[in-house]
């Protein structure tokens, strides 16, 4: 079976938990994010969930899944299977990411 995509759409807290979550449990995730420092931001926040997740469930975890970062709307969320769109609740972000 072939891995699900996710699109992550906003990286700060909520998006990066939402990403960790995706991916610990096999989905790949494409990630868009304006914020120059998404990567480092959205990197340290799965380290932090590669520690505590798996205490969380009684079984092992599937394999990880691939995160890939995206520097273009369109292209994080093209093909994917779910789109988990997080960024500040800010109506003026919430018109260009819908818009």
Do not use: C
């Given at each position: 079976?072939?891995?699900?995509?996710?699109?992550?759409?906003?990286?700060?807290?909520?998006?990066?938990?939402?990403?960790?979550?995706?991916?610990?449990?096999?989905?790949?995730?494409?990630?868009?994010?304006?914020?120059p420092e998404?990567?480092?931001?959205?990197?340290?926040?799965?380290?932090?969930?590669?520690?505590?997740?798996?205490?969380?469930?009684?079984?092992?975890?599937?394999?990880?899944?691939?995160?890939?970062?995206?520097?273009?709307?369109?292209?994080?969320?093209?093909?994917?299977?779910?789109?988990?769109?997080?960024?500040?609740?800010?109506?003026?972000?919430?018109?260009?990411?819908?818009?």
């Open positions: 079976m072939m891995a699900r995509i996710a699109a992550v759409v906003g990286g700060g807290v909520i998006g990066g938990g939402w990403v960790a979550r995706f991916l610990l449990n096999g989905w790949n995730v494409h990630i868009f994010d304006a914020d998404a990567e480092r931001k959205i990197t340290e926040v799965v380290d932090n969930a590669r520690r505590a997740l798996p205490s969380l469930y009684d079984r092992a975890l599937p394999p990880e899944g691939a995160l890939i970062f995206f520097d273009n709307l369109e292209e994080a969320v093209t093909d994917a299977d779910w789109i988990q769109e997080s960024v500040p609740e800010r109506l003026d972000l919430k018109h260009k990411v819908h818009g």
